[in-house]
């Protein structure tokens, strides 16, 4: 039998005549991937709820697991073919493939890229989840050869290549310590050994930091944090070559199941809109709560790519420009049960995981974290991870002060 798989072009008249790599990163995030509803003239293209479509007269010449004609939902839903168009051109990146989840994305990439007697290297300093599948997953049930590197210096990273090393995997800024990893330099590396480079640049948003323009092979982010930014979706993306995704496509949706659903694309994509002046305004609000907390004698150290003392901080001034994101990292000189209790003294700043939501969140990650031996020292007593949200920067400081002052601390 003939498989068919002529890519079916989606009718993109807006997104055509102003696909334009000139035009700014914001009008670009107000009008890639929307057009005009051809049913209804609506300007805003229509959530498509369906599992399946109406087959062709002779349906023997469709590919059942492919990707491009519209089928079923999980081989691709329009929703997500509009969100894919508006990410790619975001991260500057030939093509995009987004699904259910950032965990989706870096899943769906690893277990297509990678096979038995493959070899990974992988930051320190990564999403957990990364941790698990590398570390724990892919090596003792595929026999997948992993390697540990503090990524942030080159010569650990060229000692660790070996012949059959297919990925590096980094993670900058890195969550939850807010390490900075030198993406070019990576990338540079890599290529000279034949070897693929993603990056998760979850934490920088495209806003700040575009890792394809850097020359990484793939840009990974998980669309919940700030891409969607209101806490109510979920969703990750890969952006890359077309080569690769065509590939990663149909292994993560069609065949690992772990397509989105046509409303949280559509959440997104209309979260999406706003990304540079929510980006803009978490900038400058962490910042500022940055070298607050820095100034306060009962804070051991502040973790934010924005202040002189980070230690890498004139890398993330080559790679991320003038922005460095909403999170942080700082610890207290207090005891357990404080730590604890200065959250709950918290009026305005939410316990809670995930990041790059509109609200403040914070997370007490306490002394015995089982990843712990792969922080910086610093990160041995216990420390918070600060997700500075898009409230009043005054209100956030004020918020800080009381609830030291509730716990006995300042
Ligand atoms: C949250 C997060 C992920 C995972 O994304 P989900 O959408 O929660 O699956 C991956 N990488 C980083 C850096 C994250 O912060």
Partial sequence: MIMKNNKKQIKNEITDKINNKKLSFQTRAVHIGNDIDKDTNAIKRPITMANSYKLPHDPSVLNWSGVD????TRNGGSNQKYLEKRIASLENAEDCIVLSSGVAALSGLFFSLLETGDHVIFSNVTYIAVYRLLNELFNKKFKVETTIVDTRDIANVKSAIKDNTKLIHIETPGNPTLSIVDISEIAKIAHENDILVSVDNTLASPYNQRPIELGADFSIESLTKYINGHGDSMGGSISGKAEYLDIIRRDSQVNL?????PFNAWLIMRGAVTLPLRMEQHNKNA?????????LSIVTFVAYPGLNSHNNHDIAVKQMGSGFGGVLSFGLDTSHDKHNEFVSNLNIITSAVSLGHDESLIVFIGEDDERQYLYPEEFNNGFFRFSVGLEDSNDLINDINQALIKTGIL
């Fill in 287 to 295: 910042l500022k709560i940055a070298k607050f907390l820095e100034s």
């Fill in 69 to 72: 004609d519209n089928i079923y």
């Fill in 257 to 261: 199941g772990g397509t989105i659903s």
